[in-house]
């Protein structure tokens, strides 16, 4: 959310005057909605929530290096 809250030209957020509650929940909508068709085109999903010596080794392996 941080990198598009203060964008202008993402009229599917709607317009930077709206609240930002407002916009956030734009944000959050179109992403739960588009979720299922991002990870069906996904070759691989990487859980970013653990720490990042596991994410690392999560792409790592992923990408077929290493154990």
């Known amino acids: 959310w941080t990198r598009v809250a203060n964008k202008t030209g993402r009229p599917l957020l709607g317009d930077v005057c709206d609240e930002e509650s407002s916009r956030f929940s734009k944000a959050a909508c179109l992403y ?3 979720l299922p068709i991002y990870e ?3 070759d691989i999903k990487i859980n970013a929530e653990e720490a990042q010596d596991a994410v690392v080794s999560q792409v790592i392996s992923a990408l077929g290096y290493g154990g």
């Open 40 to 42: 069906s085109y996904c």
């Open 32 to 34: 739960e909605a588009r």
